[in-house]
């Protein structure tokens, strides 16, 4: 059970790095899509990424929680 949680957990925060890069590439695009006037679909891919890594984020936190929890009933 430990290893599934921990595999969870590594898997979780890979994809919270993941979605983190993601938001970072379109905030450097700004700019960019300033000139070619895609500034708000830009935005929408921003927020989409940053909700993203929030819940991910979450997901990581809540695996730990219960790692921490299992961990301490042995």
């Known amino acids: 059970m430990q290893l599934l949680l921990v595999l969870g957990v590594v898997a979780a925060a890979g ?3 993941f979605s983190l890069a993601r ?3 379109h905030f450097a ?3 960019q899509a300033a ?3 895609t ?3 830009n935005q929408v891919l921003q927020n ?3 909700m993203a890594r929030v819940k991910w984020q979450a997901i990581t936190v809540i695996l730990l929680i219960i790692i921490g929890v299992t961990a301490g009933t042995r």
């Open 15 to 17: 994809l919270v790095l």
């Open 23 to 25: 938001g970072l590439i």
């Open 29 to 31: 695009r700004g700019h």
């Open 35 to 37: 000139i070619d006037g």
């Open 39 to 41: 500034v708000h679909e």
């Open 48 to 50: 989409k990424m940053m």
